[in-house]
Every structure is written in structure tokens, then in C-alpha cells.
């Protein structure tokens, strides 16, 4: 059973920074690639970060550039560091496998997700 747990987000205004956190159980953290995704009203999830066990990073273009993935294998954390905060990057932002291990797995869970609100 994967166990998902994020926290980090709030209101901030554009322009501004925030960092998420993702604590995650259930699963051989250090072993498989992770990804922070969000989900804006109205909208599908998608993946905006990924990192591979080793750290190799990948990002959504509309974030490259502000955002930055990092992960602490000892702690089975994963972060998101959001600079330069847009108002379109207002959503619930979920932390997971990527979405191969997803798949491969078939995880099925995810956690409740942090808020972030971008706006004056």
C-alpha cells in the first residue's frame, strides 16, 4: 500500500516562492524514479517534475526554469522548489512514481495533495 503525504503549499503571491514536500511509504522510494504532478479546477493532472533514483531531472516546459525536483533517499522525501510563481500555476500539486512505474505497478493511490494559490 503506497502512503503519499504532501505539504508545502498555500497562498502566495505571483512572483513569489514555495517549496513542497512529499513523504512517501509503501514503496522502495530510493529505487524508483518520482514525480510531483498537479491538477488545476476544470483540468486533468499532469506531470510537471520527475527525478530518477540517481537524480537525472526532467520538467514540463511550462515550468523550466522555476521549478527544481530534488529528493533525499535516507528520508524518502522528495521536494519541489516553485520560484517565480505564475497564476496559472495555481492547482493541487500530488507527489508519485513516475508515471511508468505507475503504470508498471498499477498504483493506484495518491495522496490528498497540497493547495498552492498564486495570486495578488
Known amino acids: 500500500q503506497v502512503q503519499l503525504v504532501e505539504s508545502g503549499g498555500g497562498l502566495v503571491q505571483p512572483g513569489g516562492s514555495l517549496r513542497l514536500s512529499c513523504v512517501a511509504s509503501?514503496?522502495?522510494?530510493?529505487?524508483?524514479?518520482m514525480g510531483w504532478y498537479r491538477q488545476a479546477p476544470g483540468k486533468q493532472r499532469e506531470l510537471v517534475a520527475s527525478?530518477?533514483?540517481?537524480?537525472?531531472?526532467n520538467y514540463a516546459d511550462s515550468v523550466k526554469g522555476r521549478f527544481t525536483i530534488s529528493r533525499d533517499n535516507a528520508k524518502n522525501t522528495m521536494y519541489l522548489q516553485m520560484n517565480s510563481l505564475k497564476p496559472e500555476d495555481s492547482a493541487v500539486y500530488y507527489c508519485?512514481?513516475?508515471?511508468?512505474?505507475?503504470?508498471?505497478?498499477?498504483?493506484?493511490?495518491w495522496g490528498k495533495g497540497t493547495l498552492v494559490t498564486v495570486s495578488s
Open positions: 508519485n512514481a513516475d508515471p511508468v512505474v505507475i503504470r508498471n505497478y498499477g498504483i493506484t493511490s
Open positions: 509503501g514503496i522502495i522510494f530510493s529505487l524508483n524514479p
Open positions: 527525478i530518477s533514483s540517481g537524480g537525472r531531472t
